[in-house]
Antibody, heavy 115, light 112 residues
């Protein structure tokens, strides 16, 4: 069955960096585009970044452009989100989700940006 | 960006009674291929989102048939025919027709 497992969240100071991972299994990872979506505490869902199945194209929400980098390693079936220059407003649960149909989601990993 | 507006934002429901959530988009969601990419998600307390409905009215595998989706153009509805205790949570619509994808604000369903 399809599984997406995020990791790498934690507490980080403003201005610092963090890398999230999303380990995929149960499907042909290299055939699907992948999203990062986040949810601030008590708030709704917003897309953060998209990477094409082969990694050739990447798209970012304006509020992370220039600070976050999405990448993937299809040989390891893993999606990444490198986050730098973190701000308090980046505090959220970060989910990876499969394809532009968002048909499968991971359990999420919490990132808290606080001094 | 396409704005997705859900109503109501809070929906107290009696067990066994129907519930209906509206989702309106600021532009038509009909894509050039003729499909309408409007999905519905359920997020139970403490859980990640789960897709219930895709392309307006198609139920995902394992989704009870008390959930149904309908609509066209800019006006969409998620209906629960008879609410059960496990249906408590927040429901989101999402449009995938126009870039970037955008979610509705969410509708919180709770038991009266």
């Amino acid at each position: 069955q399809v599984q997406l497992v995020e990791s790498g969240g934690g507490v980080v100071q403003p201005g610092r960096s963090l890398r999230l991972s999303c380990a995929a299994s149960g499907f042909t990872f290299s055939s699907y585009g992948m999203y990062w979506v986040r949810q601030a505490p008590g708030k709704g869902l917003e897309w953060v970044a998209l990477i094409w199945h082969d990694g050739t194209k990447k798209y970012y929400a304006d509020f992370v452009k220039g600070r976050f980098t999405i990448s993937r390693d299809n040989s390891k079936n893993t999606l990444y989100l490198q986050m730098s220059s973190l701000r308090a407003e980046d505090t959220a649960v970060y989910y990876c989700a499969r394809s532009n149909q968002f048909d499968y989601w991971g359990q999420g990993t919490l990132v808290t940006v606080s001094s | 960006d396409v704005v997705m507006t859900q109503s109501p934002l809070s929906l107290p429901v009696t067990l066994g009674q129907p519930a209906s959530i509206s989702c309106r988009s600021s532009q038509s969601l009909v894509y050039s291929d003729g499909n309408t990419y409007l999905n519905w998600f359920q997020q139970r307390p403490g859980q990640s989102p789960r897709r219930l409905i895709y392309k307006v009215s198609n139920r995902d595998s394992g989704v009870p048939d008390r959930f149904s989706g309908s609509g066209s153009g800019t006006d969409f509805t998620l209906k629960i025919s008879r609410v059960e205790a496990e249906d408590v949570g927040v429901y989101y619509c999402l449009q995938g027709t126009h870039w970037p994808p955008t979610f509705g604000q969410g509708t919180k369903v709770e038991i009266k």
